[in-house]
């Protein structure tokens, strides 16, 4: 379970450096209509990312995590990406923060990993009926992960596509 996490990071780590290679248009761009560019979406990943990291002490300790606001949270980390100089700066840095979630991710034991916690005080997911513990969390940032990752691929798979046929 853990090294799936860890496999994942892994993955996301080489796939995020490779944004590196995008246009700058296409790295400031929306990826559709009313929804954020590519640069915004690394950042809210980062910022999500960074949260994680100030959290997992206190998880660990008091077997508890209370999310803030998303949508506050998600527009800071959308003006956070629209302040950073150099599309470089911030790839390093969503590689660094997750390097850093992982090695802490990578000191915890499986048994701690699969303590039962609480979420926001819900002790199981609404949706799945799983009890929360640290590893249901990064189990599930992992699917958010993937969720952005396609959510690009497809936005520049149409560009591929917009440019091939003109």
């Not at 527009?75 to 990406?81: C, F, M, N």
């Not at 629209?82 to 850093?100: F, G, H, P, Y």
Request: proline share 4%.
């Amino acid at each position: 379970m853990k090294n799936d996490i860890l496999n994942h990071s892994d993955a996301y780590i080489k796939w995020v450096s490779q944004l590196e290679e995008l246009a700058p248009e296409n790295w400031n761009q929306p990826i559709k209509d009313g929804k954020w560019s590519v640069n915004e979406i690394v950042a809210h990943l980062l910022k999500w990312d960074g949260y994680l990291i100030e959290q997992i002490p206190a998880i660990t300790d008091q077997k508890q995590i209370t999310f803030p606001d998303h949508d506050s949270f998600n527009e800071k980390a959308s003006e956070y990406a629209k302040s950073r100089t150099t599309q470089k700066e911030l790839i390093d840095e969503a590689v660094e923060s997750r390097k850093k979630l992982m090695k802490l991710v990578n000191n915890l034991s499986e048994e701690t990993l699969k303590q039962h916690i609480t979420v926001n005080s819900i002790t199981h997911c609404p949706h799945t009926g799983e009890p929360y513990s640290i590893l249901y969390l990064l189990q599930e940032f992992g699917e958010h992960d993937k969720h952005h990752e396609k959510q690009i691929e497809q936005f520049l798979e149409n560009k591929r596509t917009a440019s091939s046929t003109n």
